[in-house]
């Protein structure tokens, strides 16, 4: 098979789509004392349907309807977290309305899939989910053991949302597309019925995300989704918000906003609330804000964000953001960005699969 003409026939890349979600759209956000850049910095117009307790948007372009806030899959396999209260978690959060579920391969050794499994299998609660996980391979083989294996735990026929896990390396996107890469495992799987839409995630670099794109492009592919940090430290090192978020607006593909505070390391920064983080990543044209919720207060408090919820105006954000200016430019508090401390793949180097075969033909005596 061709590299050239592997995906040939799958969705041309969108063009221009200045809708974020629907009827809404983005605009810049004036942040004046807070030094980021009012122009390049979006904010949605509107907050979203509220139905009950709990905002919905649409997802990108894919037609779906998801509630806004999501519920995160590696806080419900905790060590200090039961099953019994992750699964009573789940239920109440889709009882109350929050319908996108997130989760990946790899989490908790797999705990998270198996406890979101059994807790969607009980009384119809899949059928009322929006179903995301994630896989780590960079191979075909390795992508599609990954991903029947996530079809097994979460005891479903089908993933409504899979993405590319930790794309972190700038050869992660080429490695993805190429001839034998873990993208022929999730065509096929989708094709297969097995998935319905595709994204990728990531969380180093800005400018990672943004060769993805370029990658997907090139080979024709458009994403639905796009995962990344978008919090308030974010919008003044290494901006997801300031360099990907606009090119996603553009192609309307789904944005999922995850790391809002930082798996709590923002907090300890003493500059913004809880409320506050989820209010700011919601203020951006974001379809989704994954939140990791591991007991019944916190899930009450995105409820309460949620039902609440007005984009912030232009002054609530500059003030927010120029709390936090200072304290963030060396990102100290995005470890995510500044060290491996989050990159489990960094640990897990056989999770990947070895280089593409071009690449061992070239360097046959290297490791693979």
Known sequence: ?????????????????????????????????????AKTLLKVTGAGELRGEMLYRKLGRTGETVSAI??????IAKPEVSEEIAIRIIHEAIDRGLTFMDNSWDYNEGRSER????????DGYR?????????????KDLAMGQINTSLQRLQTDHIDL?????????????????????????????????????????????????????????????????QMPLNVMDAH??????????????????????????????????TAKPEECLRYALTLPTSVVITGIDKPEVLEQAFQVAKSF?????EQLAALLSKTQQIALTGHYELFKTTS?????????????????????LAPMLPG
């Open 1 to 37: 098979m061709h590299r050239r003409g592997f995906l040939q026939g799958l969705s041309a890349a969108a063009l221009a789509n200045s809708h974020a979600f629907g009827q809404q759209s983005a605009t810049p956000a004036t942040s004046p004392d807070s030094g980021v850049d």
């Open 70 to 75: 999501g519920l995160g899959g590696s806080h």
């Open 115 to 122: 406890r979101m499994g059994k807790a969607l299998s009980e």
């Open 127 to 139: 059928n009322k989910a929006f179903l995301m996980t994630k896989i780590d391979a960079r191979t």
């Open 162 to 226: 899979l993405q590319h896990h930790e794309v972190l390396r700038f050869d992660d996107p080429d490695r993805i597309f190429a001839e034998g890469g873990s993208m022929e495992a999730v065509l096929e799987a989708r094709k297969a019925g097995k998935v319905r839409y595709i994204g990728f995630t990531g969380h180093k670099d800005p400018h990672i995300h943004l060769y993805m794109l370029e990658v997907a492009a090139k080979h024709g592919f458009t994403f639905d989704t796009v």
């Open 237 to 270: 090192f290494r901006s997801f918000a300031q360099l990907v978020l606009p090119k996603l607006v553009q192609q309307n593909i789904g944005v999922l906003g995850m790391k809002s505070m930082g798996a709590g390391i923002i907090l300890k920064s003493n």
């Open 310 to 314: 007005q984009p912030m105006n232009d």
């Open 341 to 361: 401390h989050f990159d489990e793949t960094a640990r897990h180097p056989d999770w990947l699969g070895s280089d593409t075969p071009a690449v061992q033909q």
